[in-house]
């Protein structure tokens, strides 16, 4: 009996080491599948950019006044439900301030964006979390990537708190959201989609062997403009809380001055950087500016060096990117914000942020052995 024992430990145990030793060989055989999977997960957040975009530009963030994780998925069905949802609305102060009147079919096309935006999500939630669990069990995911993983999926679930807390900032006294919660909101939503793109850089495009060194100064250069790009977008997500791009269309002055006289209309001195339109234009300009002279350096600067043909083309299409950036910036600025412009403004910031990444990911990355 102790031997048949024995035995069949020994066979369970080998059974084991045989799973283990394929799930390991897996996960260095097929890095690439995890890698274009997490490309596709950037893609959706980048695609949940754009939609948010536009759901805040058509002023539509607040007409769904509950949040319900798990029926959410359900849109209003038939005129009952249409009704209850839009009583709803009617008692935030968007609707008693600035949409009295509004009917029930006006109701619906605002309501159809913030519906998609909320959707799309849940989407996201999906098309990572189902294929986590599968490659989990699979074992196909690669040596120190797993903590990463679950942190990504940590951070979608606390994304999904974080929109709910912004949107309830505006249904008491004003008609937007809170330009505070906004700035959070973007910014894990861009640490969110770097996160993605850098994981997923470094397993389908390794780094060559061979590759010639690069000076310390460069690579530094190439880390702080990422971190310049992140703090402009920022302040963009100031610039669109507050409306700043309605005022002071005029480029490349404010009101025909250089420094707009109101900079520092707000007491105490320091709420004009947040809550001051004329200052939080004005230091989204700015920050544009640095970011200009950051890529330019970093672009005249790679001219000198004897680069690896990956991290030049890097640098070449953050410059590219950058200068059409740009253009649309002061386009959208100029013609006082229109939808289209302004929604190709905040995606150009995606694929810039993602680029610089890029370049980031080239200049430190390890060669593979």
Known sequence: MAEETLLATWVIIDKVRFMTDTALKTSHENPKAIGLWLFLSSAMVLAMMIIGAITRLTESGLS???????????????????QRVFSLYQQTSQYKLANVGMSV?????????????????RLIGLVFALPLFFFFIKGMIPVGYKKHLIILL?????????????VKSGFVDRTEVSQYRLAVHLGMA?????????????????????RPDVPR??????????????????????????????????????????????????DPWWLNFFENIAAVQFDHRLFAYITILFVGALFIWSKRLNLAPR????????????????????????????????????????????????VMKELRGKAQK
């Not at 769904?64 to 249409?82: A, F, K, Q, S, Y």
């Not at 619906?108 to 964006?113: D, E, M, P």
């Not at 940590?154 to 912004?166: D, E, P, R, T």
Request: net charge negative; with cysteine.
């Open 64 to 82: 769904m006044t509950e949040w319900r994780p798990l029926i959410g998925w359900i849109p209003p069905i038939g005129d009952v439900e249409w």
């Open 217 to 266: 100064g460069f690579r530094r250069l190439g880390s702080l403009t990422h971190e310049v790009i992140f703090f402009t977008i920022l302040s963009g997500a100031l610039v669109a809380g507050l409306g700043a791009g309605l005022a002071y269309n005029d480029w490349p002055f404010m009101d025909n001055q250089i420094f707009p006289e109101y900079y520092w209309e707000l």
């Open 105 to 121: 079919e006006e109701f619906k096309n605002i309501f159809f964006w913030e519906y998609i935006h909320r959707v799309w999500g």
């Open 311 to 358: 991290l030049r083309l890097s640098i070449n299409c953050l410059t590219a990117i950058l200068t059409i950036q740009v253009m649309l910036g002061i386009s959208t600025l100029m013609l006082v914000v229109p939808i289209d412009l302004a929604v190709m403004h905040q995606g150009g910031a995606a694929l810039t942020f993602c680029t610089a990444l890029w």
């Open 154 to 166: 940590l951070l979608g679930g606390l994304q999904g708190f974080i929109g709910w807390w912004m």
């Open 190 to 210: 861009f640490i969110i989609l770097g996160y993605l793109v850098w994981l997923a850089i470094g397993l389908v495009f390794p780094i060559e062997a061979g």
